[in-house]
């Protein structure tokens, strides 16, 4: 199984802009970018711990499984 970044559509749900959780977050835009692009980029689990903080969630719910045969997984 894969695991996929959910921090796109949990700062949207949150009413963030990328800029607004990477100035919160103390994140490089840089990384929010791709991160909202790519929800396969690998990052490390200080970054996630900011991002969590800065979005009032818990580092677990930023990501997810993903099945082997989904159809958009990357590796």
Same mark, same amino acid.
């Given at each position: 199984m894969a695991v996929r970044l959910r921090i796109r559509e949990i700062a949207r749900e949150r009413g963030f802009s990328m800029g607004k959780l990477q100035r $919160? =977050? $103390? @994140? =490089?835009?840089?990384? @929010?970018?791709?991160m909202f692009k790519d929800p396969y980029y690998v990052t490390t689990t200080e970054t996630l711990g900011k991002l969590a903080r800065a979005l009032g969630v818990s580092p677990g719910e930023l990501i997810e499984e993903v099945p082997d045969d989904a159809p958009d997984k990357r590796v």
């Open positions: $919160d =977050a $103390d @994140v =490089a835009y840089n990384t @929010v970018k791709r």
